[in-house]
């Protein structure tokens, strides 16, 4: 029955097996109108677990849609949840092929008009532009939520040359832990600890094939920004392409936004982590994005020609605002990009010459790499980073000082070694002089000169030109604008093996920033309605007697001189779903290092996943454990693995590889940049 007020359609839904021509089907969940006529389709297309992962997200959407007049379905990609056949590597052509062919196949059904979108979130939103890239003939429109469309810039695991640390790892052991748990027998029968076993025979730890150099790579020679990876040139979808000011992948948004042609691209960049925009209400707000995107399908799929109305901006973006506890800000709109209301301002840095030794924990309190809306995913107060970097300040006096867009340094540097790293953060610092943190990006220095002939001698000047992360950020009066630079920046990137700093000469160094010109309130006033409201799935979460860890601790040794930083992803504990599912999840992660010694990080990362149906005595667990160390040559990479049936041990396998430390470097396009 529908459950939705005021919405047209009762709804059914079923599971159903989408097979592929090479025999394999996919697992899928369908959600329809109760109509005789033809109805477009919506498909969800991703490796995460539909029928415990995302169930309870999914009972939320896709029963919405098929109640306002669309088939939804969500499809497991290959090899993942209850899908046969074997997983691929991330970013697999195979699976990005089979979601064409799935494509396909829902349109020819009989109760579809022929006529298809795809959305997703992450993974999922990267799956629906890659597919887009190879244009299936009734996919028209797209909504991609947290995407990348360039698997070199914002989903890079060598950012600016560098390597991840804490990033990498923790999304390695995320997804050694999702790629090792079976298919559940009640939807995949009898056959689940076959396929199981089968899966388990074929893994590899995800952060092997991030890691290791790509072929040819050592001779490829360096790529400059605007030079990445473009998708877009075979997508001929319409594409609403969504982020959030603090994740990681917003950057992609603009990149969309500037290079599909404009009738067939919409951008929207709202106060939000990695999450879908009405159900981020930390830091938000929320927005009823379910309605937003509903009026994106009835325009595509169901009206002629597809324009979007003169009215509709090209960008509607937040303008954050400094105000503690919880930021404020507003919206604007942007008629086309590049704006005509944003301007390059280009500050100059000025002063002596100044040496950049930054302490190898600097960098703590970068917040989390990919945040979700917990409460200790933001960054805190930067004035213990500030104190390790070298700043520049630059007063804001009679109006606000608003940036759209992303920010840029240029910094003329002589390094102390042939090796090293710049990290530049933007921020706003306030009359009580507490430093929130803007916008950031770096580069790795021997990732700048891949590929050149001439090596940078120690003591010799460049000038490092690189982007940092998409910002809207309003500096008010009284503030001051802060650019922060320092030579390390763990646990998100590794250190440099044999950094000693560098010197920064501010002659010849500035930052430019996208600035937008005031406009009057009435022409710039953009509303969203409230969250849409949908029944939830009845998952519940049994309260325990356990104590609860710090979602982020910061551990100081005084006498080691070590720095450690633990964290609990918050994977979800104990839930019980509907159908009597009890799965169980717990994660810690912890981050080490030496203040003076590169050479001594390393990073931990274990999850622990327990699936157990008391119905049906099944009951299997699946612990994974993967660490990163290095020293002077490189990578030591250490996965480890224990599946239970029960009480019995069905597969135990652990894995050792060493890793040069130049893998990445000759990645680099310019830097990195997140917020």
């Known amino acids: 029955m529908d459950q939705h007020q005021h919405a047209p359609y009762e709804t059914s839904h079923e599971d159903v097996r989408i097979p592929l021509t090479d025999g394999t089907r996919l697992y899928a969940r369908m959600w329809r109108p109760y109509t005789d006529a033809p109805v477009p389709v919506l498909l969800e297309y991703s490796p995460e677990r539909l029928t415990d992962t995302t169930a309870a997200r999914d009972a939320q959407r896709h029963p919405w849609y098929a109640a306002h007049g669309y088939a939804s379905v969500r499809v497991e990609v290959r090899g993942h949840g209850n899908s046969e056949g074997l997983p691929g590597p991330e970013g697999d052509p195979g699976a990005v092929a089979d979601g064409a062919e799935v494509v396909g196949w829902l349109a020819a059904q009989p109760w579809c008009t022929g006529r298809a979108g795809m959305f997703g979130i992450g993974p999922g939103g990267t799956l629906a532009l890659r597919v887009a890239a190879l244009a299936p003939e009734p996919l028209k429109a797209v909504v991609a939520v947290c995407a990348t469309d360039d698997p070199d810039d914002n989903g890079a695991y060598h950012p600016g040359g560098s390597v991840l640390a804490e990033g990498l790892l923790s999304r390695s052991a995320a997804l050694m832990s999702a790629l090792c748990r079976p298919p559940d027998p009640l939807f995949a029968g009898e056959e689940w600890r076959g396929m199981w076993r089968r899966r388990l025979e074929a893994v590899e730890p995800p952060a092997h094939a991030w890691l290791a150099p790509r072929p040819g790579e050592t001779d490829r020679p360096r790529q400059d920004a605007g030079e990445a990876q473009d998708i877009t040139a075979g997508i001929t979808a319409a594409v609403l392409a969504v982020g959030g000011l603090y994740d990681p992948y917003r950057d992609a948004v603009l990149r969309l936004a500037t290079r599909l042609p404009p009738d067939r691209v919409r951008a929207l960049i709202g106060p939000w982590p990695h999450r879908y925009p009405d159900h981020a209400d930390h830091p938000g707000p929320a927005i009823g994005f379910l309605g937003e995107t509903l009026a994106w399908w009835d325009r595509h799929l169901k009206d002629a020609g597809g324009e979007a109305p003169a009215e509709d901006p090209l960008l509607r973006a937040w303008i954050s605002t400094p105000h503690l506890p919880h930021p404020s800000g507003h919206w604007v709109a942007e008629p086309s990009l590049p704006s005509p209301h944003v301007r390059t301002v280009a500050y100059a840095l000025g002063g002596a010459p100044l040496v950049v030794d930054s302490p190898q924990h600097t960098g703590l309190d970068a917040g989390r790499p990919v945040p979700t809306g917990n409460d200790a995913d933001p960054p805190p107060d930067q004035r213990a980073e500030d104190a390790h970097s070298a700043c520049f300040d630059f007063p804001v006096t009679d109006e606000p000082v608003e940036i759209l867009g992303r920010a840029r340094v240029v910094l003329r540097l002589r390094p102390d070694g042939p090796h090293g790293q710049a990290v530049a953060r933007l921020c706003d610092i306030a009359p009580d002089v507490s430093s929130t943190l803007v916008a950031r990006g770096g580069v790795d220095l021997t990732a700048h000169r891949a590929g050149r002939q001439d090596a940078w001698s120690p003591g010799r000047a460049e000038d490092v030109t690189f982007e940092l992360g998409t910002a809207g950020h309003s500096f008010p009066p009284g503030h001051r604008v802060r650019l922060a630079v320092s030579s390390a920046y763990w646990p998100w990137i590794w250190p440099a093996g044999d950094s ?125 454990r993967c660490d990163i160390s290095c020293d002077a040559a490189g990578f030591l990479v250490e996965d480890e693995v224990v599946c239970r049936d029960g009480a019995e041990i069905v597969f135990h396998r652990t894995w050792e590889r060493r890793l040069p430390r130049e893998v990445g470097r000759t990645a680099c396009r310019g830097g990195y940049a997140s917020t």
């Not at 710090?550 to 779903?577: C, K, S, Y």
């Not at 999840?585 to 290092?593: D, F, L, V």
């Not at 030496?594 to 274990?606: F, G, I, K, Q, T």
Request: glycine content about 8%.
């Open 500 to 624: 000693a700093g560098f010197t920064l000469d501010p002659e010849g160094s500035f930052l430019e920033l996208p600035v937008r010109e005031a406009l009057p309130t009435t022409g710039d006033r953009i509303t969203f309605g409230e969250p849409d409201p949908y029944e939830p799935l009845g998952v519940s979460s049994p309260a325990t007697l356990d104590e609860e860890r710090p979602e982020r601790l910061v551990v100081r040794d005084v006498a080691r001189g070590e720095w450690r930083v633990e964290t609990d992803p918050r994977p979800g504990g104990r839930r019980i779903h509907p159908d009597g599912l009890e799965l169980t999840e717990e994660a810690r992660e912890t981050c080490t290092i030496l203040e003076h010694d590169p050479h001594s990080a390393c990073v931990r990362a274990e999850w622990t996943a327990r699936l157990h149906r008391p119905d049906r005595a099944w009951d299997v667990t699946v612990e994974s």
